[in-house]
C-alpha cells in the first residue's frame, strides 16, 4: 500500500504526462480489444458445438477431375452394389443428412416470406449444439418444424411461435412450428431460417450434405485411408470417392468447392492481426518513450532514493505499481470505450463486436500483467546499475536526445509511415478492382425474383397437383413476359443468372487429340447477351428462335481460343469430358463435341483477386421461375423499382426483393472494404496517438532547453531560427525512418498481392503521401511547442 500510495503521487505530479499516456495508450488498447475480439470470433467459428473435435462433414471426388473436391453428402442414390458406405464405419457414432434449399418461400396468413430453409433429420441437432430456447428438444414427426429466433420476431413478433402452423407452398405441406433456435454463442458455417423434417417428404432431389461424429479417439486418417479408393457408379458413368473433413476447418477452407457453408478468407484474419499487433506496439512504444521522459525528470528523486539505500526491489516495485495503475486505467477506459463503440464498429465495418466476458477477462489480465513489466525493466536497468552520483548528475542530462529515446521515436515513424502507404495501397487496390472495365455492362441493370419453382419438391404432388402447378407458373410466366415486353421502362430484359453468379461454374472441354482443360461454363439465350451488352468478335450470337440446346453449338471467348490453340473456330470442335445433359431422347450415353459458331470479348465473373478459366457459353432457354433481370436508361431508377414492386405484388404477392448488379458486384469485395476501411480507421488512429506521443516528447525537450531558447532571443535569434535549430534531430530521424519503411511497406503490398490476377500499381505518391502526412503532422505538433516557448519573455525564463 505504501508503494502503491508513492507512485500515485509521482503520477499526480508529472499530471500532464500522466494524462497524455493514458490517452494514448488507451486509443491504442482500444483498437486492439476491438480487433482481438472480432478476430476471436472468426477463430471460434462454430466452437459452441461441444464435440466439435469430433465432428467432420464428406467431400466428394470424381474419377474424371481427380483434385476437384465438393462439400457434398455420402449417397448412393442408384443403390449401386460396388458402394461402400463411409457411414457404416465402426468409428461412426452417428450421422445426419441435411439439405440447403435458400431462397424457398413458406406461407404464414396467407402472407408469403422468403427464407432459407435447413431439410434435416432427427440426427442434426444431436450432433450440433444449437441452442433451443423453447419449445421441443428435437424433430420427431415429420411436420415438426424448429424456427429460428431472428426468423420468428419477423413473422410473429413477440408471439410465442411454438404450435403455429407454416405452409411450404411449392410441395404443399403444413408444418407446426415445435422450437425455437436461439442465436449460438459463435458463428456458424451453417445458416438458416426454419429446419424442417427429411420426411416431410420421401424423397428430395436437392443434393444433400452429411455430417458425421466419430466415437472418441477415432482418427479420421484412417477412415479415410481404408475408403481412399475410387468406386465405380455405372449409373453415372464415372468413379467417386467420400472422404472426411473436419467440421472445425470448413469456414476457412478455400479449396473446397461449398454451396452450403458460410466461408472467410483467412487472409483478412491475418491482416487484421497484423494491424492489432502494429497498434499495440505504437501504443506501446509511445508509453515507454514519454515514460522515459517522466524518468529522466526524476534523476534526481531516484539518485537521493539509491543515496538513502533504497534497495533495487523498492524502485522496481515503485516503477511496477506506477505502470500497473496507468495501464490499468487505459484498459478500463478502452474495454468501455470498446463496447460503447459495439453496435458502431458493427455498422460501419460490417463485423459484429461480440462481447466474449471470459475473452476480455483474460486479455485485459494478460496486457495487465505483462505491459507493466515490460515498461518497467528499462529504468530499473538503467539505475540499477548507474551510481547515486551519476544519477544525481543525470538530472541535467534531459536535453540530450538519448540513443533510446532516438530509438523509440524512429520505430514510432517507421510503424506510421508503414501503416499509412498499406493503408493507401488497399484503398487504391479496391478502387481498382471496383472500376476495372468486367466486360459486361454493370450499371442501370435490376434483379427481381417473381417465381419460386422447387423442382427438387415436386415429388410429393400427385399428377393433378402437379399439373395445376405447372399450368399456374406457366400462366404467370405468360403475364410476366407480356407486361415486361409492353413497358417502356426497359432497354431489354431477360431471366436467368448474372455473369458474376457463375464464377464456380467449372467444365473441362478438350479438342480432338488434346488434353481436357477447365472454362467457365455459362448458359444464356440470345436477350442474356443483350442484357449484359456482351460484344461479338466474330461469327454469331444465339438466336431464339434457331437455336436449342441440342444443337450442340457453343459461344466462347477469345481467351478459350487462345488455350485450346484453335486459329480457326469454325473448323474447331470441343469435346466435353462427360455428358452435359439429357439428350433429346433421354439417353445420356452418347457425348457428342460441340461446334464454334461465335467468338466474344473476354468478360470477368469471379473476384478480381482469382485466376478465372475462358468462358463457354450454351445455349439454354431461360426458366420460368429465374429471377428477372432488366437493363434501363438512367434516370429512371425509381420508376423502375415501383414498376417492379406493383408487378411482383399483381403477379406473385408475398416478399418483394430486388437487387442492382452493380451492388451485386460490390459485395462481391465486401471483405476487401472492410479491411481497407479498418486499416484506414486504425492507421489514423496510430497516426493521432503518435501525435500524443511527440507532443509529450516535444513538451519535454522544449521545456528542458527553455533557458537556451531565452538566451539565444535575448542575442537576436528570431523564431524561424529556434524552429529550424530544434527541428533538425526531429526531421533527421524521420528521413532515416522514411527510407526504412520503404521495403518494408513493398514486402507488406506484395504478400497481401500474392495471389491477386489483377493489382493495382505501386506508385511513387503512395510513399509521398505518406512522408507529407507524416511531416506536417510533426510539424504540426512540434511547431507549436516551439513557438509557444519562443513567445515567452526571456527574463522570465531566465530567473526561473
Known amino acids: 500500500m505504501k508503494y502503491l500510495k508513492i507512485a500515485l503521487r509521482s503520477l499526480v505530479h508529472f499530471k500532464m504526462y500522466t494524462i497524455i499516456n493514458v490517452l494514448g495508450l488507451a486509443m491504442s488498447l482500444t483498437c486492439v480489444v476491438i480487433i482481438s475480439r472480432y478476430v476471436y470470433n472468426e477463430l471460434t467459428v462454430d466452437r459452441f458445438n461441444k464435440k466439435i473435435d469430433r465432428i467432420y462433414v464428406s467431400?466428394?471426388?470424381?474419377?474424371?477431375?481427380?483434385?476437384?473436391?465438393?462439400?457434398?453428402?455420402?449417397?448412393?442414390?442408384?443403390?449401386?452394389?460396388?458402394?461402400k458406405d463411409l457411414t457404416e464405419h465402426p468409428g461412426v457414432e452417428k450421422h445426419a443428412v441435411f439439405i440447403k434449399s435458400p431462397d424457398s418461400e413458406i406461407s404464414f396468413n396467407n402472407r408469403l416470406y422468403n427464407t432459407d430453409i435447413l431439410i434435416v433429420d432427427s440426427s442434426f441437432l444431436q450432433i450440433l449444439d444449437y441452442p433451443v430456447i423453447s419449445g421441443a428438444a428435437n424433430i420427431v414427426r415429420p411436420e415438426d418444424a424448429f424456427i429460428s429466433e431472428a426468423f420468428a420476431r419477423k413473422i410473429f413478433g413477440d408471439i410465442n411461435p411454438v404450435g403455429e402452423k407454416l405452409r411450404y407452398p411449392s410441395i404443399?405441406?403444413?408444418?407446426?412450428?415445435?422450437?425455437?433456435?436461439?442465436?449460438?454463442?459463435?458463428?456458424?458455417?451453417?445458416?438458416?431460417?426454419?429446419?424442417?423434417?427429411?420426411?416431410?417428404?420421401?424423397?428430395?432431389?436437392?443434393?444433400?450434405?452429411?455430417?458425421?461424429?466419430?466415437?472418441?479417439?477415432?482418427?479420421?486418417?484412417?477412415?479415410?485411408?481404408?475408403?481412399?479408393?475410387?468406386?465405380?457408379?455405372?449409373?453415372?458413368n464415372y468413379s467417386v470417392r467420400y472422404q472426411l473433413f473436419p467440421y472445425r476447418d470448413v469456414y476457412f477452407e478455400k479449396d473446397i468447392v461449398s454451396y452450403t457453408f458460410e466461408h472467410?478468407?483467412?487472409?483478412?484474419?491475418?491482416?487484421?492481426?497484423?494491424?492489432?499487433?502494429?497498434?499495440?506496439?505504437?501504443?506501446?512504444?509511445?508509453?515507454?518513450?514519454?515514460?522515459?521522459?517522466?524518468i529522466l525528470r526524476r534523476n534526481k528523486e531516484f539518485g537521493i532514493?539509491?543515496?538513502?539505500?533504497?534497495?533495487?526491489?523498492?524502485?522496481?516495485?515503485?516503477?511496477?505499481?506506477?505502470?500497473?495503475?496507468?495501464?490499468?486505467?487505459?484498459?478500463?477506459?478502452?474495454?468501455?470505450?470498446?463496447?460503447?463503440?459495439?453496435?458502431?464498429?458493427?455498422?460501419?465495418?460490417?463485423?459484429?463486436?461480440?462481447?466474449?466476458?471470459?475473452?476480455?477477462?483474460?486479455?485485459?489480465?494478460?496486457?495487465?500483467?505483462?505491459?507493466?513489466?515490460?515498461?518497467?525493466?528499462?529504468?530499473?536497468?538503467?539505475?540499477?546499475?548507474?551510481?547515486?552520483?551519476?544519477?544525481?548528475?543525470?538530472?541535467?542530462?534531459?536535453?540530450?536526445?538519448?540513443l533510446f529515446r532516438k530509438f523509440f521515436l524512429f520505430f514510432q515513424y517507421f510503424i506510421t509511415f508503414v501503416m499509412i502507404v498499406v493503408s493507401l495501397f488497399f484503398v487504391r487496390q479496391l478502387h481498382f478492382m471496383l472500376h476495372q472495365d468486367l466486360g459486361y455492362r454493370t450499371q442501370n441493370i435490376i434483379k427481381v425474383p417473381f417465381l419460386k419453382d422447387d423442382y427438387g419438391s415436386y415429388q410429393s404432388l400427385s399428377p393433378e397437383e402437379f399439373s395445376a402447378q405447372?399450368?399456374?407458373?406457366?400462366?404467370?410466366?405468360?403475364?410476366?413476359?407480356?407486361?415486361?415486353?409492353a413497358s417502356t421502362l426497359f432497354e431489354h430484359w431477360t431471366q436467368g443468372q448474372s455473369p458474376n453468379e457463375r464464377a464456380s461454374s467449372t467444365y473441362e472441354f478438350k479438342t480432338e487429340g488434346g488434353e481436357l482443360q477447365k472454362t467457365t461454363l455459362i448458359s444464356a439465350d440470345e436477350s442474356w447477351f443483350k442484357v449484359f451488352e456482351i460484344k461479338l468478335l466474330g461469327g454469331r450470337l444465339?438466336?431464339?428462335?434457331?437455336?436449342?440446346?441440342?444443337?450442340?453449338?457453343?459461344?466462347?471467348?477469345?481467351?478459350?481460343?487462345?488455350?485450346?490453340?484453335?486459329?480457326?473456330?469454325?473448323?474447331?470442335?470441343l469435346v466435353p469430358f462427360r455428358r452435359l445433359w439429357y439428350s433429346s431422347e433421354g439417353d445420356m450415353s452418347t457425348n457428342p463435341p460441340y461446334r464454334i459458331v461465335g467468338v466474344i470479348r473476354d468478360f470477368y465473373t469471379a473476384h478480381l483477386s482469382q485466376k478465372q478459366d475462358p468462358v463457354t457459353v450454351y445455349f439454354s432457354k431461360s426458366r420460368a421461375s429465374d429471377p428477372v433481370i432488366a437493363s434501363f436508361r438512367p434516370g429512371r431508377r425509381r420508376e423502375v423499382i415501383e414498376f417492379m414492386k406493383n408487378l411482383h405484388e399483381e403477379l406473385v404477392g408475398g416478399e418483394f426483393t430486388y437487387t442492382f448488379l452493380e451492388d451485386e458486384i460490390a459485395a462481391v469485395y465486401k471483405e476487401d472494404r472492410k479491411v481497407a476501411l479498418i486499416y484506414s480507421v486504425f492507421t489514423g488512429v496510430a497516426i493521432l496517438i503518435s501525435i500524443l506521443g511527440l507532443f509529450g516528447l516535444s513538451l519535454f525537450d522544449i521545456q528542458q532547453r527553455r533557458k537556451e531558447i531565452a538566451i539565444r532571443k535575448v542575442n537576436g535569434a528570431q523564431t524561424v531560427d529556434i524552429i529550424r535549430l530544434l527541428l533538425k534531430k526531429y526531421f533527421v530521424m524521420l528521413g532515416?525512418?522514411?527510407?526504412?519503411?520503404?521495403?518494408?511497406?513493398?514486402?507488406?503490398?506484395?504478400?497481401?498481392?500474392?495471389?491477386?490476377?489483377?493489382?493495382?500499381?505501386?506508385?511513387?505518391?503512395?510513399?509521398?503521401?505518406?512522408?507529407?502526412?507524416?511531416?506536417?503532422?510533426?510539424?504540426?505538433?512540434?511547431?507549436?511547442?516551439?513557438?509557444?516557448?519562443?513567445?515567452?519573455?526571456p527574463a522570465n525564463v531566465v530567473k526561473s
Do not use: C
Open 542 to 573: 444465339w438466336e431464339n428462335g434457331r437455336d436449342d440446346m441440342y444443337n450442340y453449338v457453343m459461344i466462347v471467348g477469345e481467351s478459350t481460343l487462345k488455350q485450346y490453340g484453335i486459329t480457326d473456330y469454325t473448323e474447331a470442335e
Open 172 to 236: 404443399n405441406k403444413e408444418m407446426t412450428v415445435v422450437g425455437v433456435i436461439g442465436k449460438p454463442a459463435t458463428k456458424s458455417v451453417i445458416s438458416f431460417d426454419l429446419l424442417i423434417s427429411s420426411e416431410l417428404m420421401q424423397r428430395w432431389s436437392y443434393m444433400p450434405n452429411s455430417l458425421i461424429l466419430l466415437h472418441p479417439g477415432v482418427k479420421y486418417e484412417d477412415i479415410n485411408r481404408q475408403y481412399g479408393e475410387f468406386m465405380e457408379m455405372e449409373a453415372w
Open 59 to 83: 467431400t466428394g471426388e470424381s474419377s474424371n477431375r481427380p483434385g476437384a473436391l465438393v462439400f457434398t453428402g455420402i449417397w448412393n442414390p442408384n443403390k449401386e452394389k460396388s458402394f
Open 736 to 793: 532515416i525512418a522514411f527510407a526504412a519503411s520503404i521495403p518494408v511497406a513493398l514486402f507488406a503490398i506484395s504478400k497481401y498481392l500474392e495471389n491477386f490476377a489483377f493489382k493495382a500499381t505501386v506508385s511513387w505518391w503512395l510513399f509521398g503521401i505518406a512522408f507529407v502526412v507524416t511531416v506536417a503532422v510533426s510539424l504540426l505538433t512540434l511547431i507549436y511547442q516551439i513557438h509557444k516557448a519562443s513567445n515567452e519573455n
Open 264 to 294: 472467410s478468407n483467412f487472409m483478412y484474419v491475418l491482416i487484421l492481426s497484423v494491424v492489432g499487433g502494429l497498434l499495440l506496439l505504437t501504443g506501446l512504444v509511445n508509453y515507454i518513450n514519454i515514460y522515459t521522459v517522466v
Open 305 to 402: 532514493k539509491k543515496v538513502f539505500g533504497a534497495a533495487g526491489f523498492k524502485i522496481f516495485a515503485q516503477l511496477l505499481l506506477e505502470n500497473l495503475s496507468l495501464i490499468a486505467l487505459s484498459l478500463i477506459f478502452a474495454l468501455q470505450l470498446a463496447d460503447l463503440l459495439g453496435p458502431l464498429i458493427g455498422r460501419v465495418f460490417e463485423f459484429e463486436q461480440v462481447s466474449n466476458h471470459i475473452f476480455d477477462l483474460t486479455l485485459a489480465v494478460v496486457l495487465a500483467l505483462l505491459l507493466p513489466l515490460i515498461t518497467s525493466m528499462m529504468p530499473v536497468l538503467r539505475y540499477r546499475y548507474a551510481s547515486p552520483v551519476k544519477s544525481l548528475q543525470a538530472v541535467t542530462m534531459g536535453s540530450k536526445f538519448t
Open 470 to 485: 405447372r399450368e399456374k407458373i406457366n400462366r404467370t410466366a405468360d403475364e410476366l413476359k407480356q407486361k415486361m415486353d
